[in-house]
């Protein structure tokens, strides 16, 4: 993983091929039904205590509606309160510049090589999303994960499955084991005789993230939200590790996404309400850090704020789709999806996993593009259940969303190739027969006729094609005799009379 | 008031007993049905696979045809939800303002049957006999795009000699999603076994739903495994009476 695009890691397979590797693992799914479930209860008993929910609710998704409207606006109003507040503010086209900013930055911080040639991060979509951990490695600079979920995954030479949980597809003994092995590569390694009881292996990660903290001249974070008024940047997290990296370090430099700005900082009201309610089923967040700019005697030195596009002002244009770019990374919507419960987040081929990376990631990355299949197969890994609209706190409609890139993706397909695919041509056929009722009864009777041919007890077992999947666990009914077409013309319909919508007459001769 | 049977094309081809149990359901209320024979299909299979175009002389058709009546009754929560929420999407993008228009004005007359029972004509006891253990499965579109409720589950309730028992993990998805079972087949079948599991579980005799579609996709689940369980759709168990059992 390197250079621009890093939101979908290259190389991954189209969505059914990754998930069928996914369904394979028994230890996984056990992990994600666990994992989910406890996490879907308790979102469900929390959110349910507020009797304002739905209003907070719409409330949210109006403020995202009109910020994403006027976004251009408010995110000058940001540069601005930002920078008279003493932190600077640079912008990103995509991936390979945000790299550079930070890479660039990093670098100038000054002190002698050691020192500048690591920093501690707070976990962060954002920096996943332009694979920043790997531009700094290019060019000779350590970032240590402090978040603990994240330090597993980087421990374990892993990927994030979860938005907010990482590491969500490991138990305690897998991790463990990661932690005897790998954090003596990394620093202070695990304690002797290292058990999995959650307590040890939490300690055993305080112990090797303290002397980073003490270390680290540089923090890089993401941000959850901006306040444009007031500049004044928000990261919530359960650890305080994150805390630490915010207030330790001489400079901090914080990689956002454009559409992490709020107008106000009276809105965090708000949002502030339904993300930990969503997210991790708590009351309110543990730790909720803000910061304005700089304070003298008082946290980092030097603030800077990467503004990063990297594909969201082309998600913008699109006026259904744009709505994605509402989500606040609450997960939500993965603990509450059939399919990421049983597939896992790596299926999705993207740091944005689930129902909602399977609206965002074909967006950022273009669902046209032509390195990008695995991104175009993405908004057809759902059942359009519409349990993660249910569930969003952002009044996000997925299903919306995943069936118009859906539209998105035929079409796309169809522009690029001279012939068009099986599907295509079993669509454009099932079209013709459906359009009229005299095609359709025609194609009825055929029907009949060839499940009659394979057919066996009265149940139709193997089928070829595109169906061999669907009746390898299966039986198909047999279509009956007479449709429910012809019974009601045979027992309703008086005879002799000419049927007005087919033209087609029912009495011979 | 003017009844129309929609009756799907699904259901018109693999399941015309459904449409049979409609139509003596009503008939028994004391309403009349009308069967208009134009009728296709609501183009849900070609919107939700992404093809659009394709889709708008359907929806052309249904508007067409279903134009004039009081109320249109269709067995399918997910063909009922195609209607009323994404027939103007496809008139919008595709058709004319002429279209748009006369969606609006049919969409909203389209009712699933436990609607058109519970609030059109306002009948949760519809006489019926069934004396068998049933569970029933909430579709993933009656629930949450038609938001039907527990409206089926009421009907269910009032019928004679029925023993009905909770579906455990009820609001689960049962992986059909249409194409999605295809396209998706490992998954879906991952999503099947976890239903089935419920459904077994259960002890019931019968699974029933307001959905045919996701009915075939458990059942055939539950007749390769030979379970003896079987499926039925609610319309039918509706039906169902002592002198005339299903």
């Given at each position: 993983m390197s250079g621009a695009d890093n939101v979908v890691w290259l190389g991954s397979p189209a969505f059914p091929q990754a998930a069928r590797t996914a369904l394979a693992d028994t230890q996984l799914r056990a992990n994600l039904r666990r994992a989910t479930g406890t996490i879907r209860d308790k979102r469900l008993a929390v959110a349910a205590e507020l009797e304002d929910w739905e209003d907070l609710r719409e409330t949210a998704a109006a403020v995202k509606r009109h910020t994403l409207r006027h976004l251009d606006h408010h995110l000058l109003r940001l540069e601005k309160s930002v920078t008279a507040a003493g932190g600077v503010v640079h912008w990103a086209a995509d991936a390979a510049e945000a790299n550079r900013i930070v890479t660039d930055l990093v670098r100038a911080t000054g002190g002698s090589d050691d020192e500048t040639r690591e920093v501690v991060k707070v976990k962060s979509m954002a920096t996943q999303e332009i694979g920043l951990n790997e531009a700094l490695a290019d060019a000779g600079i350590r970032a240590y994960e402090t978040d603990l979920a994240e330090l597993i995954v980087q421990l374990g030479r892993d990927r994030p499955s979860h938005i907010l949980v990482p590491a969500i597809h490991r138990n305690r003994s897998e991790i463990r084991e990661i932690f005897r092995r790998e954090m003596g590569e990394w620093g202070r390694p695990a304690?002797?005789?290292?058990?999995?009881?959650p307590r040890d292996l939490a300690e055993a990660a305080r112990l090797h993230l303290r002397e980073k903290f003490l270390r680290a001249k540089v923090a890089i974070s993401g941000a959850n939200f901006a306040a444009a008024d007031t500049g004044t940047v928000v990261v919530v997290e359960s650890e305080g590790n994150g805390r630490m990296c915010l207030t330790l370090p001489e400079t901090l430099i914080t990689v956002m996404g454009i559409e992490k700005v709020l107008p106000s900082f009276a809105d965090l009201d708000v949002f502030l309400q339904l993300l930990p309610r969503s997210s991790t089923g708590e009351r309110m967040n543990p730790y909720t850090s803000l910061w304005t700019g700089v304070t003298e005697g008082d946290g980092p030195r030097n603030f800077h704020l990467v503004l990063l596009d990297n594909g969201r002002t082309a998600t913008l244009a699109d006026e259904v789709g744009r709505q994605a770019l509402a989500c606040i990374r609450c997960s939500a919507c993965l603990n509450v999806c059939p399919v990421y419960e049983r597939?896992?987040?790596?299926?999705?081929?993207?740091?944005y996993p689930g129902p909602i990376g399977a609206v965002l990631t074909p967006q950022l990355v273009g669902i046209?593009?032509?390195?990008?299949?695995g991104a175009a197969s993405l908004p057809f890994?759902?059942?359009?259940?519409?349990a993660c609209y249910d569930a969003c706190p952002v009044k996000i409609n997925i299903p919306e969303v995943l069936v118009h890139l859906r539209a998105e993706a035929v079409e796309a397909g169809r522009r690029k190739r001279v012939l068009p695919t099986a599907e295509a041509l079993a669509m454009k056929a099932a079209g013709a027969a459906l359009s009229s009722p005299g095609r359709l009864a025609a194609a009825q009777k055929l029907a009949a006729l060839g499940a009659r041919l394979v057919a066996r007890d009265g149940r139709i077992g193997a089928l070829p094609g595109p169906f061999a999947r669907w009746s390898a666990s299966r039986d198909t009914p047999l279509p009956p005799r007479e449709t429910f077409r012809a019974w009601w013309r045979r027992t309703r319909t008086p005879a002799n009379e000419d049927d007005p919508a087919t033209g087609e007459r029912k009495g011979r001769g | 008031m003017r009844i129309a049977l929609f009756i799907t094309c699904f259901n018109d081809t693999m399941f015309p007993r459904t449409g049979q149990a409609v139509t003596a359901l009503l008939e028994r209320l004391g309403h009349t049905v009308e069967f208009p024979q134009g009728q296709t299909c609501c183009g849900q299979m070609h919107f939700n696979t992404g093809y659009r175009p394709e889709t708008l002389p359907m929806v052309r058709r249904f508007t067409e045809v279903f134009a004039g009546y009081d109320a249109v009754v269709v067995p399918s929560g997910s063909c009922a939800g195609m209607v009323r929420d994404h027939h103007r999407v496809v008139a919008a993008q595709y058709g004319d303002a002429a279209l748009t228009e006369a969606v609006g004005r049919v969409a909203p007359t389209v009712y699933e049957l436990s609607e058109l029972l519970v609030d059109v004509l306002g009948v949760t006891d519809v006489g019926a006999y069934f004396p068998h253990r049933v569970t029933y499965h909430p579709t993933c579109h009656s629930l949450r795009m038609l938001r039907v409720g527990d409206r089926p589950l009421a009907l269910l309730r009032a019928v004679k000699g029925i023993d009905l028992v909770e579906l455990p993990a009820a609001e689960s998805c049962c992986g059909f999603g249409g194409t999605f079972a295809l396209k998706n087949a490992d998954v879906s079948n991952a999503m099947l076994a976890d239903k089935m599991r419920h459904v077994l579980g259960t002890g019931a005799e019968f699974l029933t739903a307001g959905d045919n579609s996701c009915l075939t996709h458990i059942g055939g689940g539950l007749s390769r495994l030979r379970t003896g369980v079987g499926t039925m759709h609610l319309a039918e168990i509706l039906a169902s009476t002592e002198g005339d059992p299903r």
């Open positions: 304690p002797e005789g290292l058990s999995d009881d597939t896992g987040g790596h299926a999705y081929g993207s740091v046209g593009s032509d390195t990008k299949s890994a759902s059942t359009l259940c519409g | -």
